[in-house]
């Protein structure tokens, strides 16, 4: 009779303890707004938040979070941890394709849809997103999500985003997408941790501690550009255009919920499913935006979709975590 009568209790102090996270990460994102409409941030620094974030601290934080969390025997039970983020993602591109097309969408719009569609913002707002509702456990399975995620962003949705482009000299293929996505810093520095796990190398205590300062760095830098982004493109122009409520059913729906379907599926329980379909629900990655700019695709339509599925998220996180 007791725990019956605690449950209520559970999900009251469930739902706060959310709600206390999603209003962390919406002041930090709401200091890049700040930070944007006072000046100190401009559109030139655009570029360097994003290397220093992506090619500097994300790479250290990889490489720190990784060796410190895993083992080689966990390395190993890790792939059904990649196979899920894999299913949800690739049936996440069939259904956004099905959707883009039953939409009619304009042509410069329909890869971008996709990507918006498919992918999530496993990074810039997922990561401090999970640390704050799960605690730094949570990191590695983060770091799981982002692998599969990232390339597969890369590999498909930069192949749908060039597609909605117009024609900008010589398309990228397949497999130069593949080759430049594994000399990234990032990527590397998975490939540099997952050597050590498997050979039971530790990474010295020197580079352990470095790593992990500067890999602290990608969760302010990630919410700061965040929330510029969404004072650039200006809150007053905001609008649903066509496509967005199904984008949004996509990401905040769709996504989490097939993740919870193949966690069950696969036996993937406990933190590992809690931080994924977290991961799942997370708004477009905001990787879309640039590509869309240097594709020639509709630019616009990335950014707004950007900042309104950023901007819900604050909402559907505290929702999503009673279900979890």
């Known amino acids: 009779m007791r725990s019956v009568s605690a449950a209520p209790y559970v999900i009251m102090q469930t739902f706060f303890n959310s709600v206390s996270a999603v209003l962390v990460i919406l002041l930090m994102t709401a ?12 559109a030139e620094h655009k570029a360097m938040i994003t290397k220093l974030a992506v090619n500097v601290a994300l ?8 060796t410190r969390n895993f083992t080689r025997a ?10 899920v983020s894999a299913l949800v993602q690739l049936v996440g591109v069939l259904i956004s394709t099905a959707i883009a097309r ?23 707002i997922g990561l401090p997103m999970c640390v704050e509702l799960f605690g730094d456990a949570a990191v590695p399975y983060v770091m799981c999500y982002y692998l ?5 962003f890369q590999l498909l949705g930069a192949g749908f985003i060039e597609s909605s482009g117009r024609p900008k000299g010589e398309k990228t293929g397949f497999f130069k997408r593949l080759s430049s996505l594994l ?23 020197v580079l352990q501690s470095y790593t992990q300062y500067i890999g602290d760095m990608v969760s302010p830098l990630g919410l700061l550009y965040t929330g510029y982004i969404i004072y650039e493109h200006g809150l007053s122009n905001l609008r649903l255009e066509k496509g967005f409520p199904a984008l949004l059913a996509l990401r905040f729906i769709a996504a989490p919920a097939l993740c919870l379907l193949f966690c069950a599926l696969l036996g993937v329980e406990g933190l590992a499913r809690g931080v994924f379909t977290v991961e799942a629900a997370m708004p477009t990655m905001t990787q879309t935006v640039v590509l869309s700019t240097m594709l020639g695709a509709d630019e616009n339509y990335a950014a707004q979709g950007a900042a309104i599925s950023a901007i819900a998220c604050f909402g559907v996180v505290p929702i999503l975590m009673l279900i979890v």
């Open 31 to 42: 200091t890049g707004y700040l930070l944007g409409r006072i000046g100190y941030i401009r």
């Open 59 to 66: 790479p250290c934080m990889c490489l720190s979070s990784l």
């Open 74 to 83: 966990s390395l190993v039970e890790a792939g059904t941890l990649l196979l």
């Open 102 to 124: 039953l939409l009619r969408l304009p042509h410069n719009r329909r890869g971008v849809f996709v990507a918006m569609g498919a992918f999530s913002n496993s990074t810039f």
């Open 148 to 152: 599969v995620n990232t390339t597969l």
């Open 183 to 205: 000399v990234r810093p990032p990527m590397l520095a998975i490939l540099a941790a997952m050597t050590l796990i498997w050979f039971e190398l530790p990474l010295p205590r």
